[in-house]
């Protein structure tokens, strides 16, 4: 790794930082220096990286010397703690956890819809929630060509998004049911809540916390992000963010309501066919449309099922699937260090 961008990454050894440093070596991302950071308990271990050994370090502030970009996904206390330090140093931060994400001093970005925003930032930029993401990158171009006024989602998250010890307790619990096992569920839906629901053949409508309003905080995310991201505080948005015993990819089932009267099926479709990071499946007839198992290591977002409304000339309603550590995660922080590259942002 010779002339290049000193890149690190911040919770290297978890499932987002792994699909990090894969995306850097797919994109062939110009990595001069590698910084490899994670907790103590990481510490010493060993990852492979363009055919190289790299010894994971202890994240410290003077981790940072030197580093142009910082890619962050090791919880949000170690963000609030370390990114400050990082741009301190001179780093640029892309922070894949919630802690900055609502902080008006930080732009959130996903490149297809906001790229300009990246120019504002102060030192941090924030990579917004998984299912946000993949949603508000498949309605930008509808809300660009007709106007959007309303936004109701469902979503049918997978486990991963819960963490690794989430993958585990779904295989396990499967087994021991399978196997007429008693089992005792430990993590989701939130590992830090008073009561855990078995996820294996089940599905669970909490994801995060609840607030005082009844809408859970991951449900919040997506109705504060999406307007955010969008510029558009006027914008009606509610969700019900929901876990199924899924590995890997989010699936939404999304209805808007656009501005223009009159739009059709195959003018959404059309348009949704040309725009960047989509892909259309899209034919009942042969039973095409998206599907979670069919996404997963693919960084595009899927939309299919595309429909009018029986009663609203003006709603639409879709379903729109993405890999969620890819897209949701990784990818699109890859991304945010890519566009940092081309607006000359970084040198």
């Known amino acids: 790794m010779a002339n290049g961008l000193h890149v690190a990454v911040v919770g290297a050894t978890g499932a987002v930082g792994q699909q990090m440093l894969k995306t850097l070596e797919e994109r062939q991302f110009p990595v001069g220096k590698l910084t490899l950071l994670s907790s103590a308990r990481s510490a010493g271990k060993v990852l492979q990286f363009n055919g190289e050994e790299i010894v994971i370090q202890e994240a410290t502030p003077d981790s940072f010397e030197g580093v142009d970009i910082a890619l962050f996904s090791a919880g949000g206390s170690i963000s609030k703690a370390l990114a400050p330090e990082a741009v301190k140093r001179g780093a640029v931060v892309v922070d894949n956890t919630s802690a900055y994400r609502m902080d008006e001093n930080v732009p959130l970005v996903v490149p297809e819809v906001n790229e300009e925003d990246i120019k504002a930032h102060n030192g941090i930029i924030a990579n ?3 299912s946000t993401i993949q949603m508000v990158a498949a309605l930008e171009p509808l809300r660009q060509s007709y106007g959007l006024k309303k936004v109701l989602v469902s979503t049918y998250q997978a486990v991963s998004g819960a963490g690794a010890a989430a993958i585990n307790e779904l295989k396990e619990q499967s087994q021991a049911i399978l196997d ?8 989701l839906p939130v590992g830090s809540d008073k009561k855990h629901y078995q996820i294996a053949f089940n599905a669970i409508p909490q994801i995060d916390k609840f607030q005082e309003n009844g809408f859970t905080f991951e449900e919040m995310k997506m109705i504060n992000e999406t307007k955010k991201i ?3 505080p006027e914008l009606q948005v509610a969700a019900t963010c929901v876990r199924l015993p899924v590995v ?3 699936s939404e089932s999304v ?3 656009v501005e223009k009267s009159g739009v059709t099926v195959q003018e959404v479709k059309q348009l949704l066919s040309e725009a960047p990071g ?7 007839e042969n039973q095409v449309y998206p599907m979670p198992a069919d996404c997963v ?3 595009d977002v899927f939309v299919g099922r595309i429909r009018k409304d029986l009663d609203n000339d003006k709603g639409f309603h879709m379903w729109i699937v993405s890999d969620n550590l890819l897209k949701g995660a990784a990818w699109n922080s890859v991304q945010i260090a890519e566009s940092l590259i081309k607006l000359g942002l970084v040198k």
Request: hydrophobic share 25%.
């Open 128 to 130: 917004p929630n998984c």
């Open 180 to 187: 007429e096992k008693e089992f005792t569920p430990e993590i």
């Open 230 to 232: 969008m510029h558009m």
């Open 248 to 250: 890997t990819g989010h």
């Open 255 to 257: 209805y808007i309501e």
């Open 278 to 284: 989509i892909v259309l499946q899209d034919d009942p």
């Open 297 to 299: 290591g693919k960084r």
